[in-house]
């Protein structure tokens, strides 16, 4: 009997359906992978099994008995341990803190015993002293280590509560070779105690490394449950990205110039580390790979959006010092967020405001001539088939599609020559993302060069001349013409090796 | 950046270094303006004089450590204060109407703070504006139980208050109390718990943190001291007033800040508050001391109040790089 069993779980967002059908078994003692392409539902399926989600239909079976967990704290306390791929550290707490955030060790009439704890968290910490690096003792500041040893801390956190499910959703991220060693030896001890364990990684050598079995998901389902031992790699990837194989970019394509718009040399910031490439005019470049490997960092860091850490970034053959977004836009430099709530539209103010709010932050007017501005913005409205009844109602009544059509509006009157794109099509219409397209095509037409991020990796397959595969901050490989096919891209995505 | 042995010792290990140092500047000042400032009888007539924000600011640092905001607490301490005067006073003043008031004023201050925590914590609402609203509403009740400043309670009540106790002054074992029970709350699982809370909620719901529980029992222990507070005020003025407590919700909040707690949650503690509610009463005494013109007090007190919170932030940033 599979000591956890889900099935037929559905899970639906909003409109998004998530999981439609997913069947899980996880065996006693067992390693088992969890795969697959972006939006395929995994982790949804572990926040289901982790009680952070709850499903809308289903059943998940523990020791054969059916459980629905109402939090965390009902999953945890049924033996359920989670390493959270963006960690659930609290910075400003100590490590021996975190560790035993919760289960801390009381002493007389209830009272936190601080040297119990501290001697706990030491115990914990030894499991890994080989690989953990100066500066990480009891009492450091999580806020105070680095991405590795932070990483550390969150695995052993998981190990302390000692659960006998442990779900460990990219805990190897940031690790070097050493370091995933040890804490394969430690998965494998957990292994021979009887526990099970349940491991995403975007690293295929650690599936085939740590993992005695492998379930494969697609589109919210399961697609193939298999031990290691019967399948090679590209059958995996294979199964991952499904049998509509090798389906190539559209026959538009773009002629781009020889002239480099946009060269970025070894850049690094928040997520990203040593990223090169050049852009051409008239060509769009897309940014792929597993959700969240930097793609979004490197737009939001070229638009001066957040820090750089190093690396050389040049426009046009002049260098550019992206310390903050108006310096950027005053290079001609847009950017459109597909998180439109956060990034894009002032939901009340009337769509003329929110059309012409770039022209006026990068001129610095000191007043607003309506007309004269209506008459700049105008041509903009026809080319994107902007629909509305009145420049002063509230972007709010428009649709998704319409309202990014508006952000992108609002950048065009500011005739970008590079047009960074952060998945700009997200909930939006089939009809809208066409007429994006179109759009794009045009531009490129005209000379401008464009930067792609895309969640839909049919999308950017087929919109982008080139794609560069993203892992850990990091390019992993380039796919151009008919390379760009989601088996290269994923065999790409999943590739990587840890650094020595 | 790793730890080094440098900033280890720092503002970072010790939030309510800074106001320690401030503290210790002011009452040189202060001993400099006010000789007798550092005779006992003195002291302890400061300490009576500090009390009440000092006991409002030990509540509200609980709530700011979960990131959250008490904008009630003064109108707790009106409402509580009105009400146990106004019990003991229309009971007649005897013993037992004693007993009763200052009991229903705890039990009243605990009830605020949980209604605050409910609605913040279960229902989900905004702190800030909730407790602000909540807070006129709790203003609204103390007016209307006494509409104007008055009545009286038994001269066995405030000469206890002003009197001692095996030979310290009553208000000295007060804050001693206050302090105790901050270093006991400091040594539970709560408090970890609470730090979590006001340092990242989503993560420590992840851990299992019963981060809504977390929440209402920082607000009940807000308005708990709130009614502390408004206990002192009737012993120290022997009377009720509706609008007493007003200006303490946001002196309370500065006190906190001053003694190093971060209004982002996490960081601090109930000692820094403390410093921070007696940094400001001394400033109150310096400029009273120092014989300035009326019209200039409060631009020079508020000035003092901003170098105050400068140095606190310069000694931040410098721990940031």
Same mark, same amino acid.
């Given at each position: 009997?599979?000591?956890l ?11 998004? #359906?998530?999981?439609?059908?997913a069947? &899980? ?12 392409s972006?939006g /395929?539902?995994?982790?949804?399926l /572990? ?21 629905s ?6 999953? =945890? =306390? ?12 609290i910075?400003?707490?100590? #490590?021996?803190?975190n ?5 801390e ?7 936190l ?23 990480v003792?009891?009492r ?5 280590l ?9 695995i ?51 599936? &085939? ?16 449950? /298999? =031990? ?23 026959? $538009? ?23 090169? &490439? ?6 769009? #470049? ?65 769509? &003329?405001?929110n ?12 007043? #607003? ?14 080319r ?25 509006? $609002? ?30 095509d045009?531009? /490129?037409?005209?000379?401008v ?8 990796d ?27 096919t989601?088996?290269?891209l ?11 | ?92 003043? @005897?013993?037992?109407?004693?007993? %009763?008031?200052?009991?229903? +004023? ?33 203003? +609204? ?18 000469? @206890? ?9 009553t !208000?000295?074992?007060i ?6 029970f901050?270093? %006991? ?11 979590? @809370? ?19 029992g ?8 709130a ?19 007003g200006?303490?919700? %946001? ?9 190093g ?8 503690? !109930? ?51």
């Amino acid at each position: 009997m599979p000591v956890l069993e889900a099935s037929g779980v559905r899970k639906q967002f909003g409109g998004v #359906v998530a999981l439609a059908g997913a069947q &899980f078994a996880l065996e006693v003692g067992e390693v088992h992978a969890l795969i697959g392409s972006n939006g /395929c539902g995994k982790s949804t399926l /572990c926040k289901i099994i982790a009680g952070s989600v709850a499903a809308d239909a289903g059943s998940l079976l523990l020791d054969g008995r059916a459980v629905s967990f109402a939090g965390p704290r009902q999953a =945890a =306390a049924a033996g359920i341990g989670v390493f959270y791929q963006e960690l659930s550290l609290i910075r400003e707490m100590t #490590v021996a803190e975190n560790i035993l955030l919760g289960r801390e060790p009381r002493g007389r009439a209830g009272m936190l015993d601080r040297d119990a704890l501290e001697a706990a968290a030491a115990a914990a910490l030894a499991q890994f002293d080989d690989v953990l690096g100066a500066g990480v003792h009891p009492r450091a500041r999580v806020a105070d280590l680095s991405a590795d040893q932070s990483q550390l801390v969150e695995i052993l956190k998981v190990l302390a509560a000692g659960p006998r499910i442990l779900i460990f959703d990219e805990a190897t991220a940031a690790l070097d070779r050493n370091q995933v060693s040890a804490v394969f030896q430690r998965i494998r001890a957990l292994k021979g105690e009887g526990r099970s364990v349940i491991f995403i990684t975007h690293r295929m050598d650690e599936v &085939f490394e740590i993992a005695d079995r492998v379930t494969v998901m697609r589109n919210g389902a399961t697609v193939l449950t /298999c =031990a290691l031992a019967q399948i090679t790699r590209d059958e995996l990837v294979g199964t991952m990205v499904g049998g509509a194989v090798a389906r190539a970019g559209r026959d $538009r394509r773009h002629v781009p110039s020889e002239e480099i718009a946009l060269e970025v040399e070894n850049l690094s910031a928040a997520k990203l580390a040593g990223v090169s &490439f050049k852009l051409r005019r008239g060509e769009i #470049v897309g940014l792929g790979g597993l959700h969240g490997q930097g793609q979004s960092e490197l737009l939001r860091a070229l638009f001066g959006a957040t820090p750089l850490r190093g690396g050389a970034v040049r426009v046009a053959g002049q260098p550019l010092d992206p310390r903050g977004p108006r310096a950027v836009m005053r290079r001609s430099i847009a950017y459109v967020s597909g998180d439109r709530g956060r990034y894009g539209v002032m939901a009340i103010r009337p769509i &003329f405001e929110n059309l012409v709010i770039s022209l006026l932050a990068r001129d610095r007017r000191w007043t #607003v001539a309506r007309q004269r501005l209506e008459r700049e913005v105008g041509p903009f409205i026809e080319r994107l088939k902007l629909k509305f009844s009145s420049l002063r109602a509230a972007v709010s009544e428009l649709s998704g599609g319409n309202q990014q059509k508006v952000v992108l509006g $609002r950048w065009l009157a500011t005739r970008p020559g590079v047009l960074l794109l952060d998945d700009p099509t997200k909930g939006i219409d089939i009809q809208t993302k066409e007429d994006l397209y179109a759009t794009m095509d045009e531009l /490129c037409g005209q000379g401008v060069a464009i930067l792609l991020h895309s969640s839909d990796d049919e999308e950017l397959l087929a919109v982008a001349d080139r794609v560069l595969v993203f892992n850990g901050g990091q390019v992993m490989g380039e796919l151009s013409g008919e390379q760009r096919t989601r088996f290269a891209l994923y065999q790409a995505a999943y590739a990587s090796k840890h650094p020595a | 950046m790793r730890a080094t042995a440098a900033s280890r010792f720092s503002t970072q290990r010790h939030p309510y270094l800074m106001a320690a140092v401030v503290f210790l500047v002011l009452c040189a000042v202060n001993a400099i303006l006010q000789p007798t400032f550092l005779r006992f009888g003195v002291a302890a007539s400061n300490v009576a004089a500090f009390l009440p924000m000092a006991l409002v600011a030990v509540g509200q640092t609980y709530v700011v450590l979960a990131s959250d905001i008490d904008l009630s607490a003064g109108a707790v301490v009106s409402l509580v204060n009105v009400v146990v005067v106004s019990i003991i006073d229309g009971m007649g003043g @005897t013993g037992t109407s004693m007993a %009763l008031g200052l009991v229903t +004023g705890l039990a009243l201050g605990l009830l605020c703070g949980a209604v605050n925590g409910l609605c913040v914590a279960f229902l989900r609402f905004q702190p800030i504006v909730t407790t602000f609203a909540t807070g006129i509403v709790f203003a +609204g009740f103390a007016l209307w139980v006494l509409p104007q400043a008055g009545r009286q309670v038994p001269p066995d009540l405030y000469l @206890t208050y002003a009197g001692s106790l095996l030979g310290v002054p009553t !208000v000295l074992w007060i804050l001693a109390a206050a302090i105790a029970f901050a270093a %006991l709350v400091a040594r539970t699982r709560f408090y970890q718990a609470l730090r979590a @809370t006001g340092g990242n909620m989503q993560a420590a719901y992840q851990t299992g943190v019963p981060v809504a529980r977390v929440r209402l029992g920082a607000y009940t222990i807000s308005g708990l001291f709130a009614a502390l507070a408004a206990l002192a005020l009737v012993g120290e003025t022997a009377s009720g007033d509706p609008l007493i407590g007003g200006a303490l919700t %946001l002196s309370s909040v500065t006190a906190v800040v001053l003694g190093g707690t971060a209004l982002r949650g996490c960081v601090g503690g !109930v000692a820094g508050s403390i410093l921070g509610a007696f940094i400001l009463g001394l400033i109150s005494n310096v400029i009273f001391f120092a014989q300035l013109p009326f019209e200039w007090q409060g631009l020079i007190q508020g000035l003092i109040i901003l170098a105050a919170l400068a140095g606190g932030v310069v000694m931040a940033r410098g721990r940031q790089d």
